[in-house]
């Protein structure tokens, strides 16, 4: 069964500091990894993919990727109020084929 | 910027009636996917779509689901007889051809609501 495990949350960070988001997932055969945001009651909004191992930054987001321990994690630094939603880790197994989300973790950022 | 569009926003439906949703992909891309989430629950694939067939479906996509391109443009997703817990988000998504599919852009998503 393939598998994306996330801390439900909420976790609470106060603005500016950093928040660390993080997933396991359970198919070695995992190629391709995305972090969607999604706001309450919207659809899924793409914020970073990696496709190897190591860190991919993006402005005030990082993608850290360690395929040995099948982790992938989602740091935002200076984290804003607007950063306040539902983040989904996910996965793809090869090309072309569906996305498995996580269940996603709340964030909270309080002023 | 190029989105994926969807309609309607809110379908509302009698259990089982018929309902289509409508998307509209990204116009270059090849890939197409539907996902539906469940109030308060995760976004759970339903079936891809690519050189005018189904490439994957899940065990969600039963006999009750089929999926349509009929122009160049739309991509449709029928329930022939709805039932109660088909009331859900359903969102359609896109990706591009020169990432081999995988980088998924979705659209605004689909209210549905089964009465």
């Known amino acids: 069964q393939k598998e994306v495990e996330q801390n439900s949350g909420p976790l609470s960070v106060p603005e500016g500091a950093i928040a660390s988001l993080n997933c396991t997932y359970s198919?070695?055969?995992?190629?391709?990894f995305f972090w969607y945001r999604q706001y309450s009651g919207k659809s899924p909004e793409l914020i970073m993919s990696i496709y190897s191992n190591g860190d991919k930054e993006d402005g005030r987001f990082t993608a850290q990727l360690n395929k040995a321990s099948q982790y992938v994690s989602l740091l935002i630094r200076d984290s804003q109020p607007s950063d306040s939603a539902t983040y989904l880790c996910a996965v793809i197994h090869s090309s072309a084929s569906k996305i498995i989300f996580g269940s996603g973790t709340r964030l909270s950022i309080r002023p | 910027e190029p989105e994926v569009t969807q309609t309607p926003s809110h379908q509302v439906t009698q259990m089982g009636q018929e309902v289509i949703l409508r998307c509209v992909p990204i116009s270059n891309h090849l890939y197409f996917y539907w996902y539906r989430q469940i109030l308060g629950q995760k976004v759970e694939f339903l079936v891809s779509?690519?050189?005018?067939?189904?490439?994957?479906k899940s065990e969600i996509f039963d006999d009750q689901f089929s999926v349509e391109r009929p122009d160049g443009s739309n991509f449709t997703l029928k329930i022939r007889s709805t039932k109660l817990e088909d009331s859900a988000m359903y969102f359609c998504?896109?990706?591009?051809?020169?990432?081999?599919?995988?980088?998924?852009?979705f659209g605004p998503g689909t209210r549905l609501t089964v009465l």
């Open positions: 198919d070695r055969g995992s190629q391709s």
């Open positions: 779509f690519y050189n005018n067939e189904i490439s994957e």
């Open positions: 998504a896109s990706s591009e051809p020169d990432r081999g599919g995988d980088t998924q852009y």
